[in-house]
């Protein structure tokens, strides 16, 4: 029996088998059938931060983000989102999330409540008006982006968040009077009411046993948590395969899905790690360097590899594409401050376009009339008898039957 090709070396665990029965209009198999199978999409979310893109009229460097990513994270913090109040940027961000969409693009909100980046303005209110502040600004954004944008951070970095001295905030100000659990609540809640078929993910850069207790007490105390982020920029260095898969498997033990929501590796010079706050290391000049590039792309191949052989993680987003304008000034992206794709940009196409694809294979019913397709969970076209017929692969593969009467003989 011909069957599909296995992506090569694949990640353990993600390679789906659907078995589908052929049958004729009376209900009997069609053995031998021949068909071809093509993909279309992946269920996996490989992610990106798309604040930069132009989807309505693509430049090139958004079309080489459409080329390479299905998952964008857009920008939603508060402070920049509403300078003024009552001023939201809700026309700009709406016209993005549309544009994206209509590239078949899945849409994630970045974030909904974080003590960062609060508005100043809130500041000079009480807290009981901060906490029907962001009532109203959390129901506003879910309300206005509902059926656009399909999960959120409904409240990002908490481990810190009672305890946050880099500048004061409300939110910080909030959590130390009505305790951090309360104001997680107030956010899952709100946006919960606001839009009930949105998943909502709780979100932390600390990956210590910190986030763990702040997980459990989450659960404990009832709150219906969707997926956990865990945030991976690796500024400092890259983190290797054993302390990325004993992270994914410690956070494992949930049983939520896990997403890796802000991944990056330089390209350039790595940051000492002294640094205890990336944020406080400022140079003139971070160039990307040759050496670093071949560094990088090999780190992304690894990186992803790891990643994926986790069963648990269901995304994977990349902290900005493009040098230009990337977090802290890093050379982190992966395409340079020029427009040219780096070596990683190639390393990572090859992964997700190429190896993990299925691009046109035959398959060959064997004498039940049961095709065996192979590949990763996703959306994919099958040709049989001149027609193209959408189906799904779903994660853990199974079994179904498709009924297609027999062609008219020829002549």
């Not at 992506?7 to 789906?16: K, L």
């Not at 979310?45 to 080489?64: N, V």
């Not at 992803?304 to 269901?314: F, G, I, M, S």
């Not at 049961?370 to 996703?378: E, I, S």
């Amino acid at each position: 029996m011909t069957t599909t090709r296995t992506p090569r070396t694949a990640p353990g665990g993600r390679v789906e088998t659907l078995r589908l029965r052929i049958l004729d209009e009376h209900g009997q198999a069609r053995a031998g059938q021949d068909a071809r199978l093509t993909q279309v999409s992946h269920t996996f979310g490989f992610g990106c931060s798309a604040f930069e893109l132009r989807p309505e009229e693509p430049d090139e460097h958004t079309r080489l983000w459409l080329d390479l990513f299905n998952m964008a994270t857009l920008p939603f913090y508060w402070r920049w989102f509403e300078t003024a109040p009552g001023q939201p940027d809700t026309d700009r961000l709406l016209r993005l999330a549309e544009g994206l969409r209509g590239h078949g693009v899945r849409l994630k909100g970045h974030p909904l409540l974080w003590h960062t980046l609060a508005p100043t303005w809130l500041l000079e209110k009480d807290d009981a008006e901060v906490e029907r502040l962001i009532r109203e600004r959390i129901t506003r954004e879910a309300t206005d982006f509902a059926g656009l944008i399909e999960q959120w951070d409904a409240i990002n970095e908490t481990v810190i968040l009672p305890v946050f001295e880099a500048e004061e905030n409300a939110v910080t100000r909030l959590a130390q009077a009505r305790g951090r659990m309360e104001v997680v609540r107030l956010a899952f809640e709100t946006a919960r009411a606001a839009d009930p078929s949105a998943r909502l993910v709780l979100n932390d850069f600390d990956l210590s046993s910190a986030f763990e207790d702040v997980i459990e007490e989450c659960l404990e105390a009832g709150l219906e948590i969707d997926a956990i982020g865990l945030q991976t920029h690796m500024h400092q260095g890259y983190r290797g395969e054993e302390q990325i898969a004993e992270v994914i498997e410690r956070f494992s033990r949930f049983g939520l899905p896990l997403q890796l929501t802000e991944t990056t590796l330089l390209s350039g010079e790595i940051m000492p790690g002294h640094i205890v706050d990336l944020n406080d290391y400022v140079v003139d000049s971070w160039p990307s360097t040759e050496e670093g590039e071949a560094r990088q792309a090999d780190e992304i191949e690894r990186h992803y590899r790891t990643v994926l052989a986790q069963p648990a993680v269901e995304s994977l987003t990349y902290w900005g594409m493009g040098d230009a304008g990337a977090w802290l000034g890093a050379p982190a992206g992966l395409v340079r401050a020029d427009g040219t794709p780096k070596p990683s940009y190639d390393t990572l196409r090859s992964l997700i376009r190429e190896e993990w694809w299925v691009d046109g294979h035959a398959v060959h019913a064997d004498g039940d009339g049961v095709l065996a397709l192979h590949g990763f969970a996703g959306e994919y076209v099958l040709e049989l008898d001149g027609e193209s017929i959408p189906l799904t692969i779903p994660r853990g593969g199974g079994e179904q039957e498709l009924r297609r009467p027999r062609p008219a003989p020829r002549g």
